[in-house]
């Protein structure tokens, strides 16, 4: 997921246009899993792709267009149960397709989860309660009573490589699972900029003031609808005091060290920065 951006192949859309392609790529999820073909025809992993949906004998609750990939239409579905599976697929949970799934199919599938599930929670006005309706054109939903507009809800994580004298701050989070090493991150709180909620959440989980903060890269992040915002960040001032609550370990490690730990899954943002140090550290050991 680290290469060019999905743009040169991806079309969003909101609406059908009309295309060349007879095939339709179909997202199907029951719950956070997705419907996925394997080894048919060839080897390998991937979504369904027929014209109508009707013909894997699915009944769809929802469904909403995406726009295409390689030109070819996508569209997210709810499935009404998982009871029914076409002959030769199975439900997967969406996050257990990282490297299993075309980067590009796993990519769009991040985005059809989300859109399925805000179609799924928004069928009713959140101050009003009566059934909305689908804005045309536009991914969103109005409250035909009292106007209230809903848009698809993104929440966006600053996530930062602290240097000090050649070596990285890395973190362990209690919640996370297999004892990695990451970077300190956490979710933007309304009012603030995302230099201040990097900064806010450096000293909150782990003492320390930051400057020298640089953007790096974003990575969308559909675990359930985050964005993550990458940074590299320099020490300023302060000693290591972890909060104990998300934190339960920080430390400055050289390359060296670095690379005898376990590290986040490859091509994550985190292991990205984690990377980038590594590669312009790698002599100063
Ligand atoms: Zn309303």
Known sequence: MSGESIYKRYKPAVAPEPVNSTLTYWFVFYANKLLIKVDNPKPGVT??????????????????????????????????????????????????????????????????????????THQYCGRCGVPTQMVQNERAKICPQCGLLSYPCLSPVVITAILKDNKILLV?????????????AGFVEPGETLEEALKREVIEEVGIEVNNIKYFKSQPWPFPHSLMIGFTAEYESGEIIVDGVEVAEAEWFDVRHVQQLPLPVKNSIAWELIDWYICNNADKT
């Open 172 to 184: 362990r989070h209690k919640i996370l699972i297999n004892n990695i090493y990451s970077l300190v």
């Open 47 to 120: 979504i369904p792709q027929v014209r109508n949906i009707e013909e894997m004998n699915i009944i769809p609750v929802r469904k909403q267009y995406l726009g295409t990939l390689q030109g070819q239409p996508c569209y997210t579905v709810e499935a009404a149960s998982e009871d029914y599976i076409p002959e030769g697929m199975c439900y997967r949970k969406y996050g257990s397709l990282y490297g299993v799934l075309d980067d590009d199919i796993f990519l769009v599938a991040g985005k059809a989860l989300q859109i399925v599930k805000w179609d799924q």
